[in-house]
């Protein structure tokens, strides 16, 4: 049989719904995973994508949803499809963590007629989660985890933790322990093997490592993300405001926030926004692009302002023409290159927003160099153009300033806008680029015209 990636695979699922054959279809997703079943989804026309849905049960069909929140496009689609009683089916099968994601991305009228419809204490739950901003570590938590007091014995936090976990069945798999005082305050770590492996009457404050990292509810998803990949954590603990335990993020959570954050910062690079690659919507995705599109038809214009004002100059000295796309693509290559090891290194925690100066230092000297070998190769191409050693080496000279001036935007502006809680992945790309093209292409003209002019005159 076809495998369910194989596009075949979702032409049979489509024409066994045209054809009307429920049991054949029905008896075919049985033998998918709910992982496969969402990838046939972002095949289909949302018609036959209900149809799909319609052959499931709630407990799968819950799991496709889930699975689907990273093509939101697709899901809004089909959500706004659903009455608010079958939507609440599909939410008390979820995790609380990926219910509060799903009802998050629904309108507010939606949002409010599902929550009317839970029951009290998943409504609450919900509630709860929804107060937090989606991208910070509140957003991302699950509000079920394992605490045990320090105080307890081995053999009455196992017994406590069993009770617990038979009373919540959305309960994932746990490796860690948190234990906590009688106020809830979080204050050490015993892993689960520790737990089975010491003596039932060791207290716990006697086996707790003390040492835990944790993180705020309000903090960044990007900061949860970078901490766990600094102390290797599968599970990262969320406090609030005083200290008490409310939450864990899992592994599962911190993967889709590192594949969310690289393909934001790769759609910034572009000048396609937050497009989603399963998008459909023919507007929407001219939205995303064409704000971009437009930076650079301004940027552009401004250089063409810019040249406008040297057109007599131009006329008399058109060997000096020949360079500015080469001005231009350069000073925007270096601007890149700056800006992307810079953006990365933010998004990393290898550089921090008060290493200003020692990375503008850093930028700047490889600037020179790289900008004084690229103006010395660019005399040779003036000379060999012109004849005029004196035009030559102002080209160069002007070069080598254009290149300096994209290495300092390149290095600074991404850390500005990170003090500034601007994501600095938008400093790349469409601004950069334009930017430098612009300024740069002014420094070129003016140093090459003003200095050639000087000699003329001489």
Known sequence: MAKAHDPQFSKLVKKLINTQRPQVLKSLLETLNPVEISNILLQLKLRHQLAVLEMLDRETASEVLTNLQDSSSVLESIVEEMSPEQLSGFIGEMPGDDAADFVSMMEE?????????????????????????????????????????????????????????????????????????????????????????????????????????????????????????????????????????????TIDDLVDVMAEEYHEDIGHFAGTGDEEVSETSIIKTSRDRLPWLLIGL???????????????????????????????????????????????????????????????????????????????????????????????????????????????????????MKRMNIDPALATGPFITTSNDIIGIAIYLAITFNFDMLSLIQ
């Open 109 to 249: 009228d939606q949002a409010d007629a599902i929550l009317e419809t839970l029951p009290p204490k998943e409504r609450d739950t919900l509630t709860q989660l929804l107060q937090y901003d989606e991208e910070s570590a509140g957003g991302l938590m699950t509000p079920f985890v394992v605490s045990i007091l320090k105080d307890q014995t081995v053999g009455q936090a196992i017994r406590e933790i069993q009770a617990y976990v038979k009373k919540q069945p959305q309960f994932q798999l746990f490796y860690t322990a948190y234990v906590v005082d009688e106020y809830r305050h979080l204050i050490g770590t015993v892993s689960v093997t520790e737990l089975l492996l010491a003596d039932k009457r060791t207290l716990i404050q006697n086996l707790m490592n003390p040492e835990v990292v944790a993180v705020d509810q309000d903090l960044d998803q990007e900061e949860v993300l970078r901490l766990a990949k600094e102390y290797d954590l599968v599970v990262v603990p969320v406090i609030d405001k005083h200290l008490r335990l409310i939450g864990r993020v």
């Open 298 to 416: 301004i940027g552009g214009f401004i250089s063409a302002l810019v040249m406008s004002t040297y057109e007599n100059a131009l006329i008399n000295l058109p060997e000096v023409a020949f360079f500015i796309p080469l001005v231009a693509a350069l000073g925007g290559s270096i601007g890149i290159q700056s800006s992307s090891i810079v953006v990365r290194g933010l998004a990393t925690g290898a550089i921090q927003t008060s290493d200003l100066i020692v990375r503008l230092s850093k930028e700047l000297r490889v600037g020179f160099l790289n900008g004084f070998i690229c103006s010395m190769v660019l005399v040779g191409m003036t000379w060999y153009l012109s004849q005029n050693l004196s035009m030559a080496l102002t080209s160069g000279t002007a070069l080598l300033l254009v290149v300096c001036f994209a290495a300092f935007v390149g290095s600074t502006i991404p850390i500005l």
